[in-house]
Antibody, heavy 115, light 113 residues
Framework: EVQLVESGGGLGQPGGSLRLSCAAS????????MKWVRQAPGKGLEWVSY????????YYVDSVKGRFTISRDNAKNSLYLQMNSLRAEDTAVYYC????????WGQGTLVTVSS | DVVMTQSPLSLPVTLGQPASISCRSSQSLVHSDGNTYLNWFQQRPGQSPRRLIYKVSNRDSGVPDRFSGSGSGTDFTLKISRVEAEDVGVYYC??????????FGQGTRLEIK
């Protein structure tokens, strides 16, 4: 089955860190760019970060630059988001999605930043 | 950043009736490669988003043919020919022409009247 499964969400302290993972299956992960998109509670969708298939090109939304790091391991069919210096406004469901046009999405993982 | 503006934000529709959602961009979405990277997503209650339409008018696999996309430049439309109960949810347009960042519309909530 073609799918993406996120994990690693939970409660994070302001100023703390969390690492999200996204496991891909059912397709050739190494052939696709990937991205993270988040959705704050009751709000719309916000693009967060992008990584090309070879990791040669990486982009971030301004609000997370210098705090979040996207990476991937094609041998493990996995995508990651290292989230440092967490803020309350980072509270959201984080989705991983396949390619620039979002052809496939995971079920999401909830990140709550609170003391 | 390109601003995407959807209307209406709330759309009550009677079962079996048509529905239409508008999405306007703050600048033309025609890419230098000739493509227009305007996509539509559906998010059913409690679920993750699912892409319905890519590059303005191309329906994704498994998407019912009652969904159609059209438009050009800065003005785009998602139409549902006959609304069914399973169509309830929030619909988002997204542009990936002028990026980063890719930007989404605010979302349109479709409900059954």
């Amino acid at each position: 089955e073609v799918q993406l499964v996120e994990s690693g969400g939970g409660l994070g302290q302001p100023g703390g860190s969390l690492r999200l993972s996204c496991a891909a299956s059912g397709f050739t992960f190494s052939s696709y760019s990937m991205k993270w998109v988040r959705q704050a509670p009751g709000k719309g969708l916000e693009w967060v970060s992008y990584i090309s298939s070879s990791s040669s090109t990486i982009y971030y939304v301004d609000s997370v630059k210098g705090r979040f790091t996207i990476s991937r391991d094609n041998a493990k069919n996995s995508l990651y988001l290292q989230m440092n210096s967490l803020r309350a406004e980072d509270t959201a469901v984080y989705y991983c999605a396949r390619d620039r046009l979002g052809s496939l999405w995971g079920q999401g993982t909830l990140v709550t930043v609170s003391s | 950043d390109v601003v995407m503006t959807q209307s209406p934000l709330s759309l009550p529709v009677t079962l079996g009736q048509p529905a239409s959602i508008s999405c306007r961009s703050s600048q033309s979405l025609v890419h230098s490669d000739g493509n227009t990277y305007l996509n539509w997503f559906q998010q059913r209650p409690g679920q993750s988003p699912r892409r319905l339409i890519y590059k303005v008018s191309n329906r994704d696999s498994g998407v019912p043919d009652r969904f159609s996309g059209s438009g050009s430049g800065t003005d785009f439309t998602l139409k549902i020919s006959r609304v069914e109960a399973e169509d309830v949810g929030v619909y988002y347009c997204m542009q990936a022409t002028h990026w980063p960042p890719a930007t989404f519309g605010q979302g349109t909530r479709l409900e059954i009247k």
